[in-house]
């Protein structure tokens, strides 16, 4: 008998934007003041987690914002559980990642940039290369996936293509 193998793909992170944010602040007050200085409206998820290797899991504090002229999502994700282990170590010096879920022009990359450097407490606002990252792929997919699972929970918290309730 003919065995069959699946194959799992998700999509591509060429498709994201991602921005490395560098900032002393706790991500409750880092949210708070992104809130405010850029007019958006970030709100709490559950934590998102990210699977180190098969026994070690770390929980990220994870935000999310539907932007409405773009039809994109936007996430604030941290780089460090709050066991203080890092999901990308070899970007210690980033505390939080911005990902879009969409490529964005360099002129708007430039100036969200602009925005997030005007943020109170930002330290650092640049520009990373996804395909540089070693784990990218594997960290959305984790994120994809939790996304999925916050899907399937009755009164879901997070609006995925539109802030109307279905």
Request: charged residues 25%; glycine residues 2%; contains cysteine.
């Amino acid at each position: 008998m003919a065995r069959k193998k699946l194959k799992i793909e998700c999509a591509s992170h060429e498709e994201l934007t991602l921005l490395g944010i560098s900032s002393t602040l706790p991500d409750y007050r880092l949210v708070h003041y992104l809130n405010k200085q850029m007019n958006v409206s970030f709100a709490r998820q559950d934590e998102m987690p990210y699977y180190l290797n098969e026994e070690k899991v770390l929980l990220l504090p994870l935000y999310h914002f539907f932007h409405e002229l773009s039809k994109s999502n936007w996430f604030l994700l941290a780089n460090t559980s709050s066991s203080k282990e890092y999901m990308i170590p070899a970007l210690r010096n980033m505390d939080y990642f911005f990902l879009l879920d969409d490529l964005i022009s360099q002129a708007a990359k430039e100036d969200l940039l602009k925005q997030l450097r005007k943020v109170q407490g930002v330290q650092l606002a640049s520009t990373l290369n996804t395909s540089s990252i070693k784990n990218m792929e594997l960290i959305y997919a984790d994120l994809e996936m939790h996304l999925m699972e916050l899907q399937r929970e009755p009164r879901s918290k997070i609006p995925m293509w539109s802030r109307e309730e279905e």
